[in-house]
């Protein structure tokens, strides 16, 4: 089993920034990707960023130059520095685990992050 927390989250102004944490624990395979979803209101959970553990990232078309992934290997830690928040970023924000050669995914509890006009 895998344990995910996630720290960070807020409330936040239009054009400011958030940093979000997420520290992994338990049996923990060493090829794996850990990234963000985000769920708003309404809408479907679409993946934010992803880091694979080659360094390998991914990221959705609208935060592209706006956000950065980052990870933390000895830690078993992911981030998320959010810059240039838009009221659209706002959502429950979810980090995530996927052991890449097993299959299997865990999931933190989410994060909120609200950003107001």
């Known amino acids: 089993q895998v344990q995910l927390v996630e720290s960070g989250g807020g409330l936040v102004q239009a054009g400011g920034s958030l940093r979000l944490s997420c520290a992994a624990s338990?049996?923990?395979?060493?090829?794996?990707?850990m990234g963000w979803y985000r769920q708003a209101p309404g809408k479907q959970r679409e993946l934010v960023a992803a880091?694979?553990?080659?360094?390998?990232?991914n990221y959705a078309s609208s935060v592209k130059g706006r956000f950065t992934i980052s990870r933390d290997k000895a830690k078993n830690a992911v981030y998320l520095q959010m810059n240039s928040l838009k009221p659209e970023d706002t959502a429950v924000y979810f980090c995530?685990?996927?052991?890449?050669?097993?299959?299997?995914?865990?999931w933190g509890q989410g994060t909120q992050v609200t950003v107001s006009s």
């Open positions: 995530y685990l996927h052991h890449t050669w097993y299959g299997d995914d865990y």
């Open positions: 338990g049996s923990i395979r060493s090829i794996n990707t």
């Open positions: 880091v694979t553990s080659t360094d390998s990232t």
